[in-house]
């Protein structure tokens, strides 16, 4: 039997409910995400981790509440927890790149911490999320840098080995060529293939000439190999362009107590970033820029200019030994 013009209607009317109601819970499930997402941005953990956590309890495949408390888990360096929260994450959602590669840094700090048995199956699992990422975004220069760095650190019978990081720096050279020299550069300076690497950086200079990190690089490598007037020579350049590129700042400041060379320059650098409010992620900390400049000030001959600079070091980081040991030789 045919259902009737009322009977349809009421369907209709239900079907209707149900599929507002859908869209109602969905609107508020996005509307407590991106409330979520303030607090984490804003780094305000507990409410941002309690937000997620109510989120994940009404929906259990959540995936990106998932990726947010593995995040905020990374904050506080407990990876173990990262690697659980993303571990969950991956079942519900196997072809995201972007879990698979933090979950291999997870397992890749995990390991560090763990015993020989222990390391060698977190190796294994860390290149496994690796090459799944890799393979789900093969154009992503991140995913393969980071099994560059895999290849270079780890032991052959847990997957390591130059021959692989240099195929993928090839890899990564046909997707961008300023970044293939780069890496390839970093390689070579890595086996101490000074020349070789020095052709890299200059490539990678030639590719992007205002390029900051390529030039950078290139005198890092200079310092690294004793060319101490080169190295100087171009971090000034590079703070002519950026006054406030407080890396090269910090580099002079560490050139000269290496080599003895532009002492009062090098004094001045290293107290001009220690000044400074700025605190980039990547820097070198106070707590080393105090221990540099020790360094200079007792090549100057001011032991008490050195002595109050290894302690100040040292009161910033009780853990820094080379401060401690040069303040011990101070007397």
Do not use: C
């Not at 989120?55 to 259990?60: G, K, M, N, P, Y």
């Not at 972007?98 to 199956?121: C, H, I, K, P, V």
């Not at 690796?130 to 270079?152: S, V």
């Not at 780069?182 to 990678?204: I, S």
């Amino acid at each position: 039997m045919r259902p009737t013009f009322r009977v349809i209607l009421v369907l209709i009317a239900v079907f209707g409910l149900l599929a507002f109601g859908v869209t109602e819970a969905s609107a508020d499930q996005a509307a407590d995400m991106e409330a979520a997402k303030v607090h984490y941005f804003a780094r305000r953990d507990a409410e941002a981790r309690a937000a997620f956590e109510r989120i994940l309890a009404r929906d259990s495949r959540a995936d990106e509440a998932l990726y947010y408390l593995a995040r905020l888990a990374k904050r506080q360096r407990d990876w173990a927890t990262v690697a659980a929260r993303l571990e969950e994450a991956v079942k519900i959602v196997p072809n995201s790149a972007m879990y698979w590669g933090d979950l291999a840094e997870a397992y890749g700090n995990q390991a560090r911490g763990s015993g020989a048995l222990t390391q060698f199956g977190l190796a294994r699992k860390t290149l496994d999320a690796l090459k799944k990422a890799a393979a789900l975004d093969p154009n992503n220069i991140e995913i393969r840098a980071g099994l560059i760095e895999f290849y270079r650190e780890a032991p052959w019978i847990a997957g390591g080995g130059m021959g692989k990081a240099y195929d993928e720096a090839k890899a990564i050279a046909k997707i961008d060529a300023f970044r293939g020299a780069m890496v390839t550069g970093g390689l070579h300076q890595h086996e101490e293939k000074w020349t070789d690497a020095e052709k890299d950086f200059r490539n990678a200079v030639r590719i992007q000439p205002d390029n900051t990190e390529a030039r950078f690089a290139l005198a890092q490598l200079f310092t690294q190999t004793g060319r101490h007037d080169e190295a100087f020579a171009i971090f000034e350049d590079i703070l002519q362009a950026n006054p406030d590129h407080y890396a090269s700042l910090y580099q002079i400041g560490r050139v000269a107590a290496l080599s003895g060379k532009r002492l009062d320059r090098g004094e001045a650098a290293l107290r001009q970033y220690l000044e400074s409010p700025i605190r980039a992620v990547g820097l070198p900390s106070h707590a080393h820029a105090w221990h540099r400049l020790g360094n200079v000030l007792e090549r100057k001959g001011d032991t008490a200019g050195a002595r109050e600079a290894y302690g100040k070091a040292l009161e910033l980081d009780a853990r820094l030994k080379d401060a401690g040991d040069a303040l011990a030789k101070l007397g």
